[in-house]
């Protein structure tokens, strides 16, 4: 297992976000997390790269391990975490950098300074986000003048430049076109050979098109967690089912 | 009521529509054998224009339910069984067509002790009743009554492997009657089959309100 | 239906009530100010002469020119700013940044906004007493730019808080995702967005600074001083007090009447150009990092 996760609560001051989370997820698979908004699903996710942290008040309990170490360890460095662990947000927001510095921002700020080095990468990473081709002959352009699209596979390739091994993905298709959504998908399903992927998605098809397991949360609690065709032909719990087809109330 | 609701509730009606005039035209064919009302006979052989209609109509709306709403698990197994279901109710549709034109073609009437020596007439009304049980089960998502089908069609493959001798014993007995004979003989095997297609439809609405597969199952579990 | 219309009359006349009473309240502010400025320009455009603006005082001042004092105001500016705004840009940073919702960040902030309310003229008091004779810088650049430092203090604070809250929390958050502390964060991706808005906050404190004459009237400025300063110990003339002192005390003021209006339009001139160069660079680094 990649990632295991037991008993994990997460409150924010008062507010129990969390509630009892015990999930596991394999290495190369994506997994996508559902459910309604305010649900827990985005608090869940950012349990991962520890983003968490940055709220004043949260205080979370339970364990979470990833690739066999637990994350919430006293010893765990928050910058090599997430490193490990890349994360992808809802707006795309690339930073007021060229292109170029965009993809090398991650290796600068963790002491790359080998110029070849950064320049390999950055192209590598371009590649893999399936944009190279569209921004290289513009690396040193700003990436505000980039399509809201090409902007999100941009932040995509950003992540990759320090070669994590997870990614998070908090609704990244939600402020695009079809077209460029279908972009990212197909992006998500080619980065699955090497990459364990968790997605938090508002769009159930979605989530039935680009992932292997599909976790629903209601109310901070984890509803039912299986393999995405069951959930989506026959759902065990009624609240999973309502939730699905529509029928939330 | 979502607008998928509103849809998925005008699909029902609509294959429950189709299945009822299913459910007449075999009465009618039964009523056109014992008869022997030609004009009765043609009356269905036109009426499965109708049936034929229906097929159409419920496969572009399941069609357009697929497209426009992304149906998924409970929604998506009703549609798919619908899909099957409608399938299953055209043949049967065409084995009450097929049946009417044997009388149709038929020089005269069929003689009554055959009828009641291969039990056709028999058969026939428990064809309706299985079909009228399986169309019940489906409006009320009871899929006890649906189970019982298949104990019900072990029947009529009784009646149809009996109905071999019989009919050989009756064509031997009166050489000038083979075709009416063979008739009644196709007639069982139609029937037969009808039965085959009402376990199908059995198996689409257990798939439907309980996601169990039953297709190609032993048949020994189907009962549990 | 009659109803209807009328309702609906009545409420384009509202509008157009409404629309018409904020576009003559905003030209009536135009307006204002148009007549400020040429009341100046014309009153004080006879005086302005290569001489006048390069040439010391003379005759007690009803002659001459008014080099020691914009030489004088530069200097306070250059002086305060060089105090105010790396104090404030960093406490600003913390503020925002660093320290968490609470009791102490509520306490500072509040702290800030008082110090914004107090008049000058206890800066200028205060000012005396600390820098000019508690810590014996005496009438000094230094005293009267410290002064004026603290009295900017909070504008500064203020906007450089505004322009880090202008950016968007997203932005932090891709950083800290790609393993950046947060020190990097703030220096690689906060500052450099917020970079426009901090500028501006620098204008209004020039605007600020270059007009103040109560802080710098027992810290710094001289009545009479034509010569320039050597050190930051020594006095200087500035502009605002040698307009005080020519329109209210000055050997001759009716004599001396229109280089005080040469000296109020040199001010102002001051105060645009400083205003319109921050601007320029607003604009500049604005492109560098535009949003989109």
New interface residues.
């Given amino acids: 297992m990649k990632i295991r996760t037991h008993q994990v609560n997460l409150y924010y001051s008062d507010f129990h976000a969390l509630k009892g989370i015990t999930m596991e997820i394999s290495a190369n698979t994506v997994t996508a997390l559902i459910g309604p908004s305010g649900c827990g699903k985005s608090t869940f996710l950012r349990v991962f ?1 520890r ?1 968490n942290d ?1 709220i ?1 008040g949260v205080k979370i309990t339970g364990d979470i391990f990833i690739d066999g170490q637990e994350i919430y360890d006293r010893k765990t460095n928050i ?2 975490l ?2 490990n662990v ?2 992808v ?1 809802q ?1 795309p ?4 950098k060229s292109i170029f510095e965009n993809v090398a ?2 290796l ?3 002491g790359i300074n080998d110029k070849k080095f950064i320049e390999e990468r950055v192209e590598r990473s371009l590649h893999q986000s399936a944009l190279w081709d569209e921004v290289k002959d513009k690396m040193k352009k ?1 990436a ?1 003048e980039l399509s809201g699209g090409q ?1 999100q596979r941009l ?1 995509i390739a ?2 990759l430049a ?1 070669e994590p091994s997870i990614i998070l993905m908090d609704e990244p298709a939600s402020a695009l076109d079809p077209i460029s959504t279908a972009k990212i998908e197909e992006l998500i399903y080619e980065l699955k050979k090497n990459y364990t992927i968790i997605i938090v998605t508002h769009n ?2 979605q989530a ?1 098109r680009v992932s292997d397991k599909t976790g629903f949360f209601y109310l901070g609690e984890l509803i039912e967690y299986d393999d995405t065709k069951i ?5 065990k719990n009624p609240r ?2 309502n939730y ?4 939330f109330g | 009521m ?1 607008h ?2 509103e849809e998925l509730k005008q699909l029902k009606s609509e294959i429950t529509n189709m299945w009822n005039l299913i459910i007449q035209q075999l009465k009618k064919t039964q009523e056109a054998i014992v008869t022997f009302d030609k004009d009765l006979a043609r009356e269905v052989i036109a009426n499965e224009k109708r049936v034929n209609g229906f097929e159409l109509k419920i496969d572009r709306d399941c069609e357009n339910i697929f497209a426009l709403f ?8 009703f549609v798919l069984s619908v899909l099957k279901t409608n399938n299953n109710l055209e043949r049967t549709g065409d084995i009450a067509e097929g049946i009417a034109k044997f009388i149709v073609n038929a020089n005269h009437s069929f003689d009554e002790k055959l009828l009641s020596q291969t039990e056709t007439l028999v058969m026939f009304e428990e064809a309706t009743d299985i079909l009228q049980d399986v169309l019940t089960s489906f409006t009320n998502e009871d899929t006890k009554l649906a189970r019982r089908i298949f104990q019900r069609d072990e029947m009529l493959d009784e009646i149809n492997i009996k109905a071999n001798s019989v009919v050989a014993d009756y064509i031997r007995k009166n050489p000038d009657n083979l075709e009416q004979g063979l008739y009644i003989l196709s007639t069982i095997r139609k029937l037969e089959r009808v039965g085959d297609q009402c376990k199908n439809i059995a198996e689409e609405i257990i798939f439907y309100v309980e ?1 169990k597969v039953l297709k190609h199952a032993k048949g020994n579990q189907k009962g549990d | 239906m009659a109803e209807g219309e009328k309702i609906s009359s009545n409420k384009m006349l509202k509008q157009a009530i409404a629309f018409n009473l904020f576009r003559i309240l905003s030209f009536s502010v135009v307006a204002i100010l148009i007549i400020i400025l040429s009341f100046i320009t014309i009153k004080g455009f006879r005086a302005i002469s290569w001489e006048f603006l390069t040439a010391m005082p003379e005759d007690g001042m009803t002659k001459g020119g008014i080099y020691p004092a914009i030489i004088g105001t530069f200097y306070l500016i250059a002086g305060s700013m060089l105090f105010a705004f790396p104090i404030g840009v960093l406490s600003a940073i913390y503020i925002n940044e660093y320290a ?2 609470g009791f102490f960040k509520r306490f500072v902030k509040l702290m800030t906004n008082n110090l914004a309310g107090i008049p000058s003229i206890v800066f200028g008091l205060f000012g005396m007493s600390l820098f000019v004779n508690t810590l014996g810088f005496g009438d000094s650049i230094l005293a009267g730019s410290l002064t004026l430092g603290l009295l900017t203090l909070p504008v500064v604070i203020r906007t450089t808080e505004e322009a880090l809250k202008a950016v ?1 929390h ?2 932090r ?9 947060k020190l ?1 964060t703030i220096r ?2 906060v500052l ?2 917020s970079l426009p808005n901090i500028i501006t906050g620098l204008i209004l404190s020039i605007g600020r600074v270059s007009g103040e004459t109560a802080p710098i009237l027992f810290t710094v400025a001289a009545y009479f001083l034509p010569k320039l300063p050597t050190s930051i110990f020594d006095q200087v003339m500035a502009l605002p007090y040698h307009l005080y002192v020519i329109s209210t005390s000055g050997t001759n003021i009716e004599e001396s009447r229109p280089i005080a209006y040469g000296t109020a339009l040199v001010l102002i001139a001051i105060v645009l150009i400083v205003n319109l160069l921050a601007n320029g660079l607003r604009r500049y680094f604005g492109n ?5």
Wanted: proline share 6%; charged share 25%.
């Fill in positions: 790269n983003m940055l004043d910058d090599d997430r490193k890349g994360m947000f707006k927001n690339p930073f007021p921002y991650g600068r700020v963790n700003s505000f902007q932040c950003r992540a320090i159930m098809q039935g959930i989506f032909t026959n759902p999973t089912q699905i087809t529509g029928r | 979502t998928l609701d992304n149906p998924v698990a409970v929604d998506l197994r996601a | 968490k919702d968007d997203s932005f958050l891709g950083s800290y995702a790609l393993g950046a502390t990097q690689r991706v450099p967005m560098k990092v535009k949003m989109n």
